[in-house]
Nanobody
Framework: QVQLVESGGGLVQAGGSLRLSCAASGRTFSRNNMGWFRQAPGKERELVAA????????YYADSVKGRFTISRDNAKNTVYLQMNSLKPEDTAVYYC????????????????????WGQGTQVTVSS
């Protein structure tokens, strides 16, 4: 079982930056692939970025490539999402997610399945 707690959201002006953190409990964090999702009002949840358990493989949605960077610190059981050059369309609730370590893969893609979710943190970008 993995419990996830996000932090770092807030209100920022367009062009600004925020860094989200996701702290994970449990002893399997280094074996979990991790992802960041977001959901804006009236829209479906979408995958923003993902990182494999070793950190060697990452995935980014086209809408955030070159602006967002996902990273992880397995010693701290934490995954991060550095968001730069923020736009009003980045406004959403951001969720951290982890896959199950039973999948035993060190690879992420758009199709990675996630089994554990955090409660979300609001990011609002003003124009």
């Amino acid at each position: 079982q993995v419990q996830l707690v996000e932090s770092g959201g807030g209100l920022v002006q367009a062009g600004g930056s925020l860094r989200l953190s996701c702290a994970a409990s449990g002893r399997t964090f280094s074996r979990n692939n991790m992802g960041w999702f977001r959901q804006a009002p009236g829209k479906e949840r979408e995958l923003v970025a993902a990182i494999s358990r070793s950190g060697h493989n990452t995935y980014y949605a086209d809408s955030v490539k070159g602006r967002f960077t996902i990273s992880r610190d397995n010693a701290k059981n934490t995954v991060y999402l550095q968001m730069n050059s923020l736009k009003p369309e980045d406004t959403a609730v951001y969720y951290c997610a982890a896959d199950s370590d039973i999948y035993n893969t060190d690879y992420v893609s758009a199709g990675t399945r996630y089994d554990y979710w955090g409660q979300g943190t609001q990011v609002t970008v003003s124009s």
